[in-house]
């Protein structure tokens, strides 16, 4: 069981940047794929970036890519995603998830564990 639990949240002005912690508890975090979702007030789930265990492939959803950056820290059982150039169109609540394989994909139904979200709200 792995449980997973996000920070970093908080209000910023559009343009600037935040970067969001998860914090993963058991020894199998380094094996595990990693990703951030995101919601939206009103909108379903949305994929946001994936890496895989080792950090070796990333995948980014188009309307994020060159703005935010997906990392990992396997010796700290700790994903990051720095989120730069930020517009209020980024405003939602912010998900880690865990997938048991060393890499998935875009699909929220592929991961296994979930955090439980952290606010971002980008302000016009």
């Known amino acids: 069981q792995v449980q997973l639990v996000e920070s970093g949240g908080g209000l910023v002005q559009a343009g600037g940047s935040l970067r969001l912690s998860c914090a993963a508890s058991?020894?199998?975090?380094?094996?595990?794929?990693m990703a951030w979702f995101r919601q939206a007030p009103g909108k379903e789930r949305e994929f946001v970036a994936a890496?895989?265990?080792?950090?070796?492939?990333?995948y980014y959803a188009d309307h994020v890519k060159g703005r935010f950056t997906i990392s990992r820290d396997n010796a700290k059982n700790t994903e990051y995603l720095q989120m730069n150039s930020l517009k209020p169109e980024d405003t939602g609540v912010y998900y880690c998830?865990?997938?048991?394989?060393?890499?998935?994909?875009?699909?929220?139904?592929?991961?296994?564990?979930w955090g439980q979200g952290t606010q971002v709200t980008v302000s016009s």
């Open positions: 058991g020894r199998t975090f380094s094996t595990y794929a």
């Open positions: 890496i895989s265990w080792n950090g070796g492939t990333i």
């Open positions: 998830a865990a997938n048991r394989s060393r890499m998935a994909g875009w699909v929220d139904d592929e991961y296994n564990y």
